[in-house]
């Protein structure tokens, strides 16, 4: 999916109005600001090469906006749906009329047109000095972080599932450690198992390794209890486990919630 920024204005001819260049027998190259007409362009090549990838065709742009009596501008929210997912890229209220429930009330507007559009699950990003808490209110729950923003500040990541209630959700932290003389093995058999989480409704969300191999840390989320008390129950799971015998992982479960 696509965002937005600024730059450098263009000139009427579509080069930048500062910027550098590179030549060579084999193409230019142009450093600049804003181009309208590359990231056009880009989209479009984006956009089929994903669609081809995937399968999924119905990309789509998704935006809620709020007006005064006035016809002046309360708030808005924009975002996009895609395979069955769903994403917001900016939500913004104006600052007379925050805290009156606006942002809650698009938030939940986009929400159900998602899935009446037949989503899934929404993703979105806020920075720390933004809303995380706001997201957190409203059921999404963290799946990680970008550090280096200007200020010392983060990038909080979240997540919500729109087709289960999120107080439903079990999110657990798995320590792993693998033999001795079965590093590779185990490795192998965590790849497929964590490949079977989709069909009980569960989600990896960090997969962590140490710098010798020998010990993991992953960060799951199952959307209910019943799709983790499935997954643990699930034949194949079991049957790739007894077949490493010797080689079997040393795995440590712990049951998680935000603070």
Request: aromatic residues 6%; negative net charge.
């Amino acid at each position: 999916m696509t965002g937005t920024h600024t730059g450098a204005r263009s000139t009427d001819t579509g080069r930048p109005t500062s910027g550098s260049e590179v030549g060579g027998p084999a193409g230019e190259l142009r450093v600049g600001g804003e181009d309208a007409e590359l990231s056009a362009r880009l989209e479009r090549e984006l956009t089929a090469f994903n669609n081809a990838a995937t399968g999924a065709e119905d990309e789509a742009d998704l935006s809620v906006r709020v007006t005064d009596p006035d016809g002046e501008l309360v708030g808005g929210l924009t975002g996009w749906t895609w395979g069955g997912r769903a994403g917001i890229n900016m939500l913004w209220v104006r600052a007379d009329r925050r805290h009156q429930g606006w942002g809650g009330r698009m938030l939940r507007a986009a929400e159900e047109e998602a899935r009446r559009r037949g989503c899934t699950e929404l993703s979105l990003s806020s920075f720390s000095f933004q809303a995380p808490g706001f997201y957190r209110r409203h059921g999404y729950s963290d799946t990680g972080i970008r550090d280096g923003i200007p200020g010392g500040h983060v990038d909080r990541h979240f997540w919500k599932s729109l087709v289960h209630d999120p107080a439903a959700t079990v999110r657990l932290v798995a320590l792993v450690e693998f033999g001795t003389d079965a590093v590779e093995v185990g490795q192998r058999y965590e790849e497929t198992v964590l490949a079977l989480l989709g069909r009980h409704g569960g989600r990896l969300e960090r997969r962590l390794r140490t710098g010798d191999g020998r010990s993991e840390v992953h960060v799951i989320r199952f959307a209910t209890r019943a799709g983790y008390e499935s997954f643990l129950a699930d034949p194949e799971r079991a049957a790739l486990r007894a077949a490493l015998g010797d080689a079997a992982t040393v795995t440590r479960v712990l049951e998680v919630t935000e603070v």
